[in-house]
């Protein structure tokens, strides 16, 4: 049987402002960056998706 999923725990003290600030730096990048870690990000989960294809 399944565990209950929890709520996602709320942020407080230096993770809240560390987390504050990385947003603000992506929402701040330029167009070109953004693009460039998009699709190294999706390069990244085309390999996690092929190690999770199963062959039986």
Known sequence: MARPIEPTPVLKGEDMFN????MEE???????EKKRLREEVEEHAKIFQSW???NF
């Open 19 to 22: 987390f504050v600030k990385a």
């Open 26 to 32: 992506v929402a701040n990048m330029p167009k070109e």
């Open 52 to 54: 999770l294809t199963f």
